[in-house]
């Protein structure tokens, strides 16, 4: 049963061969006896009071798609009666009194609420190392890190402790762990899904998306999730598009004559040699579904490392000043006065990677430094994103999705990066530059590495659309997904 796909899981539901209850209560067992660290708090009753409200749904005639499928959020989305921490000691215990409004819209859809995933500490690593909670296993070899930041969300999919997942994006934080864990994720165009009730780190950067393991199911799932959304004013409106949309409606066109850029910065020094060849063994599936290959460069991708180390730790030293220990969450003991409690308070509750870019946020936006470090990556990023213009938009567009490697290697040991922060920032090489431009990606299982160790680690495929063109993008994974069998691999033993 935990083999099966959202869709199959829905028609079995609608089909009445299996209750919400039932299926709830087989991922809550699989989760009781996984060993991942993958899950932060579950609470059996609250999920088994939501399945029976799904049940009376179904058995009503009401039914959304959706009814009854047990889905599990990134303990960055804020919800009622389950703690939402962030990953972090600062709010270990904190119980929001509101549910993030993706939140509300899957629970609206009657999706069953499985429980919190661990996650980085404010989403800010790529191994998931940096939780306050222990670091997640990756479940293809428990000796990998499984990505970050939503590592919890991969490897509960790729373990198939929930057949749905939500994870957010800020510079790859859903295209790297679902490459790492061999799933589908996909990260919408910035504005897309709301970030209201989303535990903020970088506000001009952060966005939520649906992992799952097909591209089909992360279809089904952003239908649900996606939306204008009044309270977030970041949220795109109608008119600027954010309308409703069937993102499952273009699945099943063909791909006869679809321009695919290949940049030739994806490929070049830093690149592992088996990563390399699983992407460009899915470039030449593609071929033969039809499509064709055009070079294309992206010249300020190297850039993209710099200006996004400059412009998300800005944006993360404003939003993680209202944690100081007055109004809620963590607060140290033995302090002298005020200002002894707020520094106790933050170096305490804080871990060494949200302190670290604390202060590089904080220094980068001092009187003296503002232009020379701030304004200047804001200007880089103009940059990047007209790099993009230039190949996906207009009359001179030379392809219609962009496609590469979603990482420079397979998934790496526990611990072998955790002293060396630059070692982890130069993993996102490849994401961070579609973040800075507010563009769709997404990462689909194509393969895994070479040899003994890496051989066993998956390879993701990340395609890149123009704005607005996630159905494209999962049109084009759902059709390279019916020619191939990559995302229906499972780990050893699950």
């Not at 299926?23 to 067992?29: C, R, S, Y």
């Not at 800075?436 to 390879?459: D, Q, T, Y």
Request: net charge neutral; proline share 5%.
């Amino acid at each position: 049963m935990h083999n099966k796909t959202i869709k199959e899981l829905s028609t079995l539901l609608q089909a009445k061969e299996i209750s919400a209850t039932e299926l709830a209560t087989h991922f809550l067992d699989r989760i009781e006896a996984s060993d991942l660290n993958a899950f932060l708090h579950v609470d059996r009753a609250l999920t088994l009071a939501q399945a029976a409200g799904a049940d009376a749904r179904l058995a009503a005639g009401n039914a959304h798609p959706l009814t009854g499928v047990p889905i599990a959020h990134k303990d960055i989305f804020v919800t009622r009666n389950w703690r939402s921490t962030a990953g972090s000691k600062m709010l270990a215990n904190y119980v929001s009194p509101f549910d993030a409004t993706v939140v509300e819209k899957l629970h609206a859809a009657g999706m069953v609420h499985l429980g919190k995933l661990n996650c980085d500490e404010f989403a800010m690593g790529s191994s998931n190392e940096n939780s306050a909670f222990g670091a997640v296993k990756n479940p293809w070899d428990k000796t990998a890190v499984p990505g970050g930041s939503s590592g919890g969300s991969a490897a509960a999919v790729a373990a198939r402790l929930a057949p749905a997942v939500t994870g957010t994006d800020t510079g790859g934080s859903i295209r790297q762990p679902a490459s790492f864990c061999g799933i589908t994720g996909i990260k919408p165009t910035y504005g897309r899904v709301s970030r209201f009730g989303m535990i903020a780190f970088a506000s001009s950067l952060d966005q939520g998306g649906p992992m799952a393991q097909t591209a089909e199911d992360c279809a089904l799932l952003l239908s649900a999730m996606a939306g204008y959304d009044e309270r977030d004013s970041t949220s795109l409106a109608p008119e600027q598009g954010g309308v409703h949309e069937d993102f499952s409606r273009n699945l099943n066109e063909p791909l006869t004559g679809l321009r695919i850029g290949v940049p030739k910065e994806y490929f070049g020094e830093g690149l592992a040699k088996d990563v390399e060849a699983a992407v460009r063994a899915a470039l030449d599936q593609f071929v033969k579904l039809g499509a064709t290959l055009v070079d294309i460069s992206l010249p300020n991708t190297a850039l993209s490392i710099p200006a996004y180390y400059m412009i998300a730790p800005a944006e993360a030293s404003s939003n993680l000043s209202r944690f100081d220990g007055v109004r809620y969450g963590f607060r140290a003991e033995g302090y002298k006065d005020l200002q002894d409690m707020y520094k106790k308070t933050r170096g305490q509750g804080f871990g060494p990677e949200v302190q670290r870019r604390i202060m590089v946020g904080t220094y980068v936006l001092c009187h003296g430094y503002y232009d020379a470090y701030y304004l200047k990556a804001q200007r880089i990023r103009r940059k990047i994103a007209q790099d993009f213009a230039n190949v996906l938009s207009g009359p001179g567009a030379v392809c219609d999705v962009i496609m590469g490697p979603v990482a420079p290697t397979v998934a790496w040991d526990l611990g072998s990066k955790a002293d060396d922060p630059v070692a982890n920032y130069l993993a996102d090489i490849f994401t961070l530059s579609t973040s800075l431009a507010g563009l769709p990606g997404m990462s689909i299982p194509c393969g895994f590495g070479e040899g003994e160790k890496n051989g066993k680690r998956p390879v993701g495929l990340q395609i890149i659309g123009n704005y607005f063109a996630e159905a494209k993008l999962l049109n084009v994974a759902h059709q390279f997904q019916q020619a191939t069998d990559w995302h229906q691999q499972a780990p050893a033993g699950i």
